[in-house]
């Protein structure tokens, strides 16, 4: 071997010998402690487990329902919290397992910050639970409540483990008559079993943390699928809202069709009429009171029959221009009387109690339904009075055909009469002519006063049915309200 190769080997056993001489700083002490670089590292891990609880917590919320931000705004004072003093712990356990002393100063971080740790969970967050326990039910605050007492047991562990671990490392330090104490003094002192259990239960600090942060994660997830929910009821209503309109829509438009369809009567009448009131080949002046009873007929099949026509059309505008009327005060009645199902629900989800997952997706289907079926019921409402409409009119046509009876043989008649002029021109005759036309008039009144009775009648039966409809949501909402707070209770039943 070259003498420079010598030489490097014994620079680089120098070198190495005095690597492993150097006493490593661990508890406070210039010593390798057993444990200490899985106490350090664990400690870090929890540091980064600590700090997740705080990521994504500021959700926005869009509903305006203000137990959300309520709610919230406890969750993410408890969250920060959690994180101060948590943090404080998981590095005052970092910075010890690594420190070189003094004991005292070492040991006391973690004393400061556990004693604080200690402080918040027994009463430093009792403002911000009540709060929950009021607005909600308890199960935030008694998941919290676990998962908290759990760390914090395991806190106080720790600590009576490390007391004993400071207490004997005093004695290894006054045995070694210094800060570094010899391995072998060490190892008298200090047993591996302790610092295996000072470890342990780092670990056993580190695993959790995952739960807290679950539970308040978990908890604000909610709260954004309740803002969301309370949105998708919003939008539930509106469509139902627009269903309603819209089937009113539907019976306008029948209603126009009907009024519309009285032209009918008309076609029906005026090509008799005009068949049986051709007098050019008859003398009616050799007959004038039958002449005169003639005049009246054509007055009551033309200007009287416009007049009843017209009169029908607008008993049909009225009722049309009615018929939106019967949804007035339908938005208002849904915020006053359609929220409690969606309210007690949001409470259920929000609440994170152990069935809230399951009662929602059980549930919130099930009170969107509710307004579609009112939606549908009032079309069944619709749907029966278009129905009566179509009824009312094959009355008025069949009406309109028992007018033809009337004129259907006229012209015979007054031909007749013109024939024997002295016979038929009586007051007697006249009479048996004038009443003929007088129940003509009366039919036609009968026509328009069905219309006119009907109509009113189909918009009172409308809005009889529409309220009915409106109070059947209310009554379907009052029997889901129990059924929520069972599932809540209980969860899935039989």
Do not use: W
């Not at 591996?192 to 908890?219: D, E, R």
């Not at 829509?249 to 008799?272: F, G, H, K």
């Not at 009355?395 to 012209?411: G, N, P, Q, Y």
């Amino acid at each position: 071997m070259s003498t420079f190769s010598v030489a490097l080997v014994l620079v680089l056993c120098t070198i190495q010998h005095l690597v492993v001489a150097i006493p490593r700083p661990d508890f406070g002490v210039y010593a390798p402690v057993y444990g200490s670089g899985d106490v350090s590292a664990n400690a870090k891990e929890s540091g980064t487990l600590i700090a997740k609880v705080n990521v994504s917590l500021d959700v926005q919320f869009v509903s305006g329902y203000p137990l959300l931000e309520l709610v919230k705004t406890q969750l993410i004072a408890i969250a920060d919290n959690f994180t101060q003093s948590a943090l404080a712990v998981s590095n005052s356990i970092d910075t010890l397992a690594l420190s070189n002393g003094t004991l005292d100063s070492a040991f006391g971080q973690f004393n400061n910050a556990s004693g604080e740790f200690f402080n918040l969970i027994t009463q430093g967050l009792t403002g911000y639970l009540n709060e929950l326990d009021t607005r909600l039910d308890k199960s935030i605050s008694t998941m919290l409540d676990d998962g908290l007492q759990e760390v914090n047991s395991e806190l106080i562990r720790l600590a009576v483990l490390l007391d004993s671990l400071k207490a004997k490392l005093k004695l290894a330090t006054k045995a070694a008559a210094s800060n570094e104490i010899p391995k072998a003094v060490l190892r008298q002192y200090v047993p591996t079993n302790l610092t295996n259990q000072i470890s342990k239960s780092v670990i056993t600090l580190k695993a959790g943390i995952p739960l807290v942060t679950y539970i308040i994660a978990n908890s604000i997830e909610n709260l954004k699928t309740a803002d969301d929910y309370i949105i998708a009821s919003g939008n539930a209503a509106s469509q139902t809202f627009d269903d309603v309109s819209k089937g009113l829509e539907n019976l306008e438009t029948e209603v126009q069709q009907y009024s519309d369809d009285t032209s009918e009567i008309t076609a029906i009448i005026d090509p008799v009429y005009k068949a049986n009131f051709n007098f050019s080949g008859v003398n009616l002046s050799s007959i004038p009171l039958i002449q005169n009873q003639m005049n009246e007929y054509t007055v009551t099949y033309t200007t009287d029959l416009n007049s009843t026509i017209a009169d029908i059309k607008q008993y049909y505008e009225t009722y049309k221009q009615a018929v939106p009327l019967v949804s007035d005060g339908l938005g208002a009645f849904y915020s006053t009387n359609a929220c409690g199902h969606l309210v007690r629900l949001v409470k259920v989800l929000i609440s994170n109690g152990p069935y809230a997952d399951y009662c929602y997706n059980k549930y919130s289907p099930r009170s969107f339904a509710l307004f579609d079926q009112q939606s549908r019921e009032v079309s069944r409402c619709v749907d029966q009075e278009i129905t009566r409409l179509l009824k009312l009119q094959q009355v008025l046509l069949a009406m309109a055909k028992t007018l033809l009876f009337d004129i259907e043989d006229v012209l015979a008649q007054v031909t007749l009469c013109s024939r024997s002029p002295l016979v038929c021109n009586t007051n007697e005759v006249e009479n048996l002519f004038n009443n003929v036309n007088i129940a003509a008039r009366r039919h036609q009144n009968t026509m328009r006063n069905i219309v006119k009775y009907e109509t009113v009648a189909g918009l009172n039966r409308l809005s009889a049915c529409f309220s009915t409809s409106k109070f059947m949501l209310v009554i379907a909402i009052d029997n889901m309200i129990p059924e929520m707070d069972q599932c809540a209770n209980k969860g899935p039943y039989v």
